[in-house]
Every structure is written in C-alpha cells, then in structure tokens.
C-alpha cells in the first residue's frame, strides 16, 4: 500500500532531476527537484494522519462524529494534505539549499555530486530487475536456488548500470554547449 502511494512521488521526482539535468538553465535546482516532491508525499501523508488523530482524539468533535458530504471531505483532504506536505517540502528544499551552499559550492564537486546520486538512482532498479529477470529465464526457480550466485550477478551487473551511468553522464556534463 505504501508503495502505491509512493509510486507517483518517486516517479515525479526522478522525472524532474531529469528534467533538471537536461535543461542547462535548471541545473542549479536538480537536488532540490529530486527532494521535494518526495518530501511533499512524506510530509502531506504524515501531517493527514497526525491532524487526523489529533482532532478525532478530543472528545465530542463534531467533525468525525456525523458522516461528511462530498464537499466536506474535500475541504477537510485540502486543509489537512496540502499544507503539510507545502511545509515540509519548502523545508526540503531550504535544507538542500544550505547543503549545496556549503558543499557543493563550486562546479567539480556539483558535478560529482550529480553523477553519484544519478548512479544510486539508477542501481537499484536494476539490481531488481535482473534478480526478477533471473528468475523467470531459467527454469525451477533457478535464482532462488542458486541465491549467492543469482545475488552476486545482479549486484555486477547493477554495478555496471550504475558505473555506466556515471561515466555517461560525465561525457554529457563535459561536452561543450552549441552555440546557435
């Protein structure tokens, strides 16, 4: 369930540092745009469920003691997700922001920075992806019989993803912008 809730977060995010990537002028902003909206889904979801306890805890409430109208449970999801989930990615974002000024300040290290966070994107879903391939091109559950190995060829092959990633966006930073 977490994980269908997740989903769209995540994949928003990873879209947005790609676009951050892509576009030379939103550059600087490719952390920040890989943290909020994750932090927006985290915050909104935490803040709904803290709101929500804190209010049906006090005793007579009349906001949980009668069923509610269409227009009622849209007023109360707007009041109690969008403004936590605005804070806390504004906070995300103010912290990423005192981060790079204190570390990635100059272009050597923000470059670095770029390319081993893009390689740890990348790794995971393919250390999955080739376990579950594994698994279902051989016969009799070949990957889960042969766990070291199957484990062990997809953490190389996840390694070379990710290495190949790094090195390909490396030649992408470096490479020297058209001149129209």
Known sequence: MQIIYAA??????????????????LRPYCFRALLAPVAFGFCSIVGTGMLSFALNSVHG?????????????????????????LLGAWLAVIVVKRIEHRWLNNEPTRTLAVRAVAAAIVFPPVFV??????????????????LPL???LAFVIAGLGAASTYRLLGVLQTRPARHS
């Open 61 to 85: 409430n009349p906001l949980f003691n009668r069923p509610l109208t269409d227009a009622q449970s849209y007023i109360l999801v707007s009041v109690f997700y969008f403004p936590p989930g």
């Open 129 to 146: 992806a080739c376990f579950g391939l594994s698994n279902r091109l051989f016969s009799d559950d070949w990957a889960l019989s042969h």
């Open 8 to 25: 769209p977060f995540i994949l928003l995010s990873l879209i947005a540092f790609l676009v951050s990537l892509l576009v030379p002028k």
């Open 150 to 152: 199957s484990l062990t």
